[in-house]
């Protein structure tokens, strides 16, 4: 397994049904799975399985196939109608080893089969592995739903700097603006043009994030001078909202990062700053270094963040209430900020405003 799914993949939080109408042979196996760690439920018969497997949801079912009344193929069938119960792993525990008997169970729903007497090593062997791949399909199906849900975030917020950019667009074909107004126009089209190019990276650096491949190129770099370009550049947008920005700063020594992402991280910053603060209100800002570590403070006046969504803020965006491609840059700022050794911090308070604390190894 990759790292992830060994995070995913945890023997006390594994859950395991064994089902058998021989006290003998569930004594067997939970001696054999007990010391593996597992937490683990039994049921006598068929119907009770169905019960227990509804409400204890085990991650694996091992089903013995000879059981009076409802044996363990019908067993198997109700288990997969049941939504509940239809993605659960069994494994036929079976003294039959004729192939029809086999193949049987593989129809009735089995993922795989044990013989009987057991073998311990056996059983330990087939239960780890299935359980494994259960772990593995599961964090398969969340990083597909991920997948799914960025995609159409990434879709959602393209929209509108598209519609922006061909109505300026259609403006100037249709000689709708006169020559001095056409360069207002084309500042609008520079700006939706640039909220798509940021928004296309934010896409590109979470896929790269997630399949660990986030490389750095380093270099000494002045921070107070990239700082201060980036608050320059943002200004506008501030100014759109009627915010001022103080800055204050003192002469740095030079820093060892990757100069392109460290400044995506700092605009992203600033983004989420101004978009958060009230109107007329003032962002403070202050960088310095303490021992050997750069310090930098973006501090807004505007109506703060809850606990819950201080928790949220460095994750991936889950609804459309969210504010998507800031969120995004933020979760990218955070990640980019723990690959340099450096750490990213929100302070905030409902109805005072939010801060920003940047920390970040001088080497």
Known sequence: MNNHNQCLFKLDEMKVLLVDDTPANIDVLSKTLAPEGYKLAIAQDGG????????????????????????????????????????????????????????????????????????????????????????????????????????G??????????????????????????????????????????????????????????????????????????????????????????????????????????????TQVVDNLLVQAIKSASTMTTIFIKVWQENSRLCLSIKNQGQGLSDEQQQMLFSCPHSQQQSQTTQLGLLIAKKVVERHCGQLVVDSQLGVGTEFRLFLPMK
């Not at 089969?113 to 311990?120: E, G, I, L, N, V």
């Open 48 to 151: 009770k399985a169905l019960k227990i497997a509804s409400h204890f949801q085990p991650n694996l079912i091992l089903l013995d196939v000879m059981m009076p009344g409802m044996d363990g193929y019908e067993t198997c069938q109700k288990l997969k109608q049941q939504a509940m119960t239809r993605n659960i792993p069994v494994i036929f525990i079976t003294a039959k080893t004729e192939t029809e008997d086999i193949i049987k169970g593989f129809q009735s729903g089995g993922v795989d089969y044990m013989t009987k007497p057991f073998r311990q090593e056996e059983v330990c062997v087939r239960v780890r592995t299935h359980l494994q791949l259960q772990a593995s399909l599961q964090n398969l199906m969340e990083l597909n739903e991920q997948k799914n849900h960025l995609l």
């Open 153 to 262: 975030l990434f879709a959602h917020d393209l929209r509108n700097p598209l519609s922006g950019l061909l109505g300026q667009t259609e403006m100037i074909l249709d000689e709708l603006v006169s020559p001095e107004e056409q360069q207002d126009c084309l500042k609008v089209m520079r700006s939706a043009c640039h909220d798509m190019l940021n928004l296309v990276d934010n896409v590109l650096n979470v896929s790269a994030i997630e399949q660990g491949s986030l490389l750095l190129s380093t270099q000494r770099v002045a921070f107070d001078e990239l700082l201060e370009n980036r608050v320059w550049i943002n200004h506008f947008l501030a100014e759109k909202q009627q915010i001022t920005i103080k800055y204050e700063h003192k002469s740095l020594p030079m820093i060892v990062c990757d100069e392109k992402r460290i």
